[in-house]
């Protein structure tokens, strides 16, 4: 069974940066993707940025492209999102994903038609 567990969640005074990981397990087989997602309050999960494996595309959304950075050490079987400049409106909770049995044609489309695993979120405020 894949399982995902996130850290690096905490509070952040605007401006500033966080590290989110995400180490997976219990899976034997490569992936196809990873991402990161986010659910703010009140309002519905939105992908924040994902890596295609097989054609070594990413994905940012407009709203954190150019302050965020995904990356992944295959080796550790972590994942990180790297988050700088941070704006009250990054407070959300976030989820790291990753797909293990359907290939898609480029991270775009893993980010928009989800992943087959997940995290169950760490929590990032924003705020001074």
């Known amino acids: 069974q894949v399982q995902l567990v996130e850290s690096g969640g905490g509070l952040a005074q605007p401006g500033g940066s966080l590290r989110l990981s995400c180490v997976a397990s219990g899976f034997t087989t490569d992936y196809y993707a990873i991402g990161w997602f986010r659910q703010a309050p009140g309002k519905e999960r939105e992908a924040v940025s994902c890596?295609?494996?097989?054609?070594?595309?990413?994905y940012y959304a407009d709203s954190v492209k150019g302050r965020f950075t995904i990356s992944a050490d295959n080796a550790k079987n972590t994942m990180y999102l790297q988050m700088n400049r941070l704006k009250p409106e990054d407070t959300a909770v976030y989820f790291c994903a990753i797909e293990m049995s359907s290939p898609r044609s480029s991270a775009y489309y893993y980010c928009h038609y989800g992943m087959n695993y997940w995290g169950k979120g760490t929590l990032v405020t924003v705020s001074s």
């Open positions: 890596i295609s494996r097989g054609d070594r595309t990413t």
